[in-house]
T-cell receptor, first 114, second 113 residues
Framework: EAGVTQFPSHSVIEKGQTVTLRCDPISGHDNLYWYRRVMGKEIKFLLHFVKESKQDESGMPNNRFLAERTGGTYSTLKVQPAELEDSGVYFC????????????FGNGTRLTVT | AQSVTQLGSHVSVSEGALVLLRCNYSSSVPPYLFWYVQYPNQGLQLLLKYTTGATLVKGINGFEAEFKKSETSFHLTKPSAHMSDAAEYFCAASDTGRRALTFGSGTRLQVQP
């Protein structure tokens, strides 16, 4: 079984540019999550999809961030325009339906905004 | 709002020594509790979880954690450290009915030969 895959693994962009991160969850996992870890700090929840619907987007920092999951399969997270404080590691995770089923994490995308 | 505190951003032990990584949560209602491990250049991997029932939870790689409601703690232990245990460990909690995890700030474990 393929795990959660994220692309790209690294991205370096300039302030003001746009970046799109992609996450492919484990096949059959309806729940998809985005998390972010800013340098040296805790991993913070961004949002949660159930299939193609946003279940909880309370962690999205501002309207420069747009997440989509068209068709309920892969998801994208777009940052436009990027700011310096957006630098960090963006993790995607997926899980099955059960309430306390474990999250399976991808390796993350390291975003550096210069 | 739920918060998770991990005492010690860095812990160093000798190979063969006891590993103890501390985690406290803030919720008055016991949440679901998890420990994840991250090896370099990899994603987070679930070590163990507590939902309900037995308060001593055994996980992979010889790790275990004990849920103590009176102390709002969920400390992670391993009797004998191996070099391969060197990694960053994260404690996390989720309130029942909400699937989003609240993470602690992580503890980097170093194992000395």
């Amino acid at each position: 079984e393929a795990g959660v895959t994220q692309f790209p693994s690294h991205s370096v962009i300039e302030k003001g540019q746009t970046v799109t991160l992609r996450c492919d969850p484990i096949s059959g996992h309806d729940n998809l999550y985005w998390y972010r870890r800013v340098m040296g700090k805790e991993i913070k929840f961004l949002l949660h999809f159930v299939k193609e619907s946003k279940q909880d987007e309370s962690g999205m920092p501002n309207n420069r961030f747009l997440a989509e999951r068209t068709g309920g399969t892969y998801s994208t997270l777009k940052v436009q325009p990027a700011e310096l404080e957006d630098s960090g590691v963006y993790f995607c995770a997926s899980s099955q339906e059960a309430d306390n089923s474990p999250l399976h994490f991808g390796n993350g995308t390291r975003l550096t905004v210069t | 709002a739920q918060s998770v505190t991990q005492l010690g951003s860095h812990v160093s032990v000798s190979e063969g020594a006891l590993v103890l990584l501390r985690c406290n949560y803030s919720s008055s209602v016991p949440p679901y509790l998890f420990w994840y491990v991250q090896y370099p250049n990899q994603g987070l991997q679930l070590l163990l979880k507590y939902t309900t029932g037995a308060t001593l939870v055994k996980g992979i790689n010889g790790f275990e954690a004990e849920f103590k409601k009176s102390e709002t703690s969920f400390h992670l232990t391993k009797p004998s450290a191996h070099m391969s245990d060197a990694a960053e460990y994260f404690c996390a909690a989720s309130d029942t009915g909400r699937r989003a995890l609240t993470f602690g700030s992580g503890t980097r474990l170093q194992v000395q030969p």
